[in-house]
């Protein structure tokens, strides 16, 4: 997968705009971040939880990380390159579920 791919997944889900965040692509959901495409346009940090991202990046330190300043905050690093194409996108619409209305959140894993 690239960072194309991984953008396109995330503009895909409802209710989901491109914003810009501090010069990098942000992807919210009623104004609140679930996705940003780092500066070096292979990394996405996702919103998570901070069990599951010690998780993968204790098993795949080369694919998942914890961002610089960020350890108090539930979100992850993935190098979508390196990353199985299956878990980006789960991580992508796992991301969204945490910011996006319940009742969308239900609509969409329902569907």
Known sequence: MNIAEARAIALALPGTEETDHGGKPSFRVNGKIFAIIQ???RTLTVKTTK???ALLASA???TYGV???FAHLSYMHVRVETA???QVRELIEAAWGWVAPKKA???YFER
């Open 39 to 41: 500066a070096d346009g």
């Open 51 to 53: 069990e599951e991202r």
């Open 60 to 62: 795949k330190p080369e």
């Open 67 to 69: 961002p610089e300043g």
């Open 84 to 86: 199985e194409a299956g």
């Open 105 to 107: 959140v239900r609509a």
